[in-house]
């Protein structure tokens, strides 16, 4: 079956880095665009970054463009979000996405697969 499944969260510094992974299993990864979105405490499901199928195309937030990348390995059928420069408000819980359809998307409603989530916190 379809999985996808998120790790590399945890307690951070503000100013610290992160790198989390979004293990998939279970469809074409490929073929799929895949993206990352968050959601913090009382508030909704938000758009972070997103990634064609080949790595060609990159979309990312303002709240975080220069602060994040988004990359992934076909082969290890995993994407990946490194996040620098982390700050209080990006504390939530980061999911992973794909995408059936080619094209770059901030759509939720768009993402046909989900992860769990992982949690992320910034704090001193």
């Known amino acids: 079956q379809v999985q996808l499944v998120e790790s590399g969260g945890g307690l951070v510094q503000p100013g610290g880095s992160l790198r989390l992974s979004c293990a998939a299993s279970?469809?074409?990864?490929?073929?799929?665009?895949m993206g990352w979105f968050r959601q913090a405490p009382g508030k909704e499901r938000g758009f972070v970054a997103a990634?064609?199928?080949?790595?060609?195309?990159?979309d990312y937030a303002d709240s975080v463009k220069g602060r994040f990348t988004i990359s992934r390995d076909n082969v290890k059928n995993t994407v990946y979000l490194q996040m620098n420069s982390l700050k209080p408000e990006d504390t939530a819980i980061y999911f992973c996405a794909a995408r059936g359809t080619w094209a770059l998307g901030r759509n939720a409603d768009d993402y046909n697969y989900w992860g769990q989530g992982t949690q992320v916190t910034v704090s001193s």
């Open positions: 990634i064609s199928r080949i790595s060609t195309s990159t």
């Open positions: 279970g469809f074409t990864f490929s073929n799929y665009y």
